[in-house]
């Protein structure tokens, strides 16, 4: 399958902003290997390998790329050509780390280096420059978390593919059946409805539900288990869904109806509180303030979300100590959740995209505890 990519306008645009936040931040340079930082940037998909390959970003010289000439085919799939890019090419036996400096115009100062920049590369990185890197974090995740308009059509094509998958759990989720049995039809629908693959999922049934980060298992599925359903995947071009409902096999109990019930106003407060202004941990707040007046805020163990793109997990983390502020532009789950260890557990994720006077959410699947 042919892999989609913006226009090269988009990434021109992009390492604009990249140097003068370089320049801003007074990093001499920005050395940034594949993974998200390098796709988000150049289109680029390269995977990570012994041999050097880098994006080297300056303030006062054009972008370069420095690669191995074994690598220039896969480097076609990318805007570098498009955008017109020096290329560094590099062959076995010579050094790929003084051809990154040499192409930064610079040896001194500080510099940064991607988080998904491995220790074998930027240990001799730092061998050449006699000082160890910054991470390009503080630069980068200024550009990444804040959407344009064609990053939050990607998503909301995921979500609404998500969307879709929720709406069949019912035709899979049984009892008598395992989590496993279920995760697999789960899975080929995840593709079937649009995904490029399954990113991740998550069937916690019974007692499994009460651990946030349980996958799945060979537990089978039995009456009156509350499963937690939590799924996602890449749409082209690699922008994530990320959307969690709880099912209950059955009719649930009061206890577990009312404690539900709960949780869902957890949600709703969360998502109202979403607007231009606030902080991330305002959010997180907002939610745990519901679930502290019914006496549950000790059952959710986690923060209330993150933001999304072309990572799952990336910033900005809508978490208690987080006080940026949140802009228009900026995509993240909203995902309490009450887990009674040895019983029971429950979360409802929605992803949101920051709007002029609040927000969108990307996910309108029922939030209620649906019955099946």
Known sequence: ????????????SRLQRAQQLTGSAGLSALFITPGPDL??????????????????????RD???????????????????????????????QDPYAIAVEAAGVS????AVSDAAPALHT???????????????????QLRMIK??????????????????????GEWLSAGRTEREVATDIEAAIVAEGHTGAEFIIVGSGPNGADPHHEVSDRVIEDGDVVVVDIGGPVEPGYNSDCTRTYCVGEPSGEIAGQYRVLEEAQRAAVAAVRPGVSAQQIDAAARDVLAQAGLVDKFV?????????SVHEEPYIVEGNDIELQVGMAFSVEPGIYFPGGWGARIEDIVVVTADGCESLNQRPHELKSV
């Open 148 to 169: 344009d308009d064609a990053e939050i059509d990607a998503l909301r094509r995921a979500g609404a593919a998500i969307d879709r998958v929720h709406a069949r759990v």
């Open 63 to 93: 972008p370069q790329v420095v690669v191995p000439r074994l690598e220039l085919a896969a480097l076609r799939e990318s805007a570098v050509g498009e955008l017109g890019l020096v290329v560094h090419d590099w062959v076995d036996g």
């Open 39 to 60: 796709r988000y940037l150049t289109g680029s998909r390269a995977s990570t390998f012994e041999r050097l390959t880098a994006l080297v970003i300056s303030p006062d």
């Open 1 to 12: 399958m042919a892999h989609e990519r913006f226009s090269a306008e988009v990434y021109r």
């Open 108 to 111: 001194a100062g500080r510099y």
């Open 123 to 141: 240990v001799p990185l730092a061998a050449r420059f006699g000082s160890s890197p910054e991470l390009a974090t503080a630069v980068l995740r």
């Open 302 to 310: 986690h923060r209330t979300g993150h933001g999304i793109g072309l």
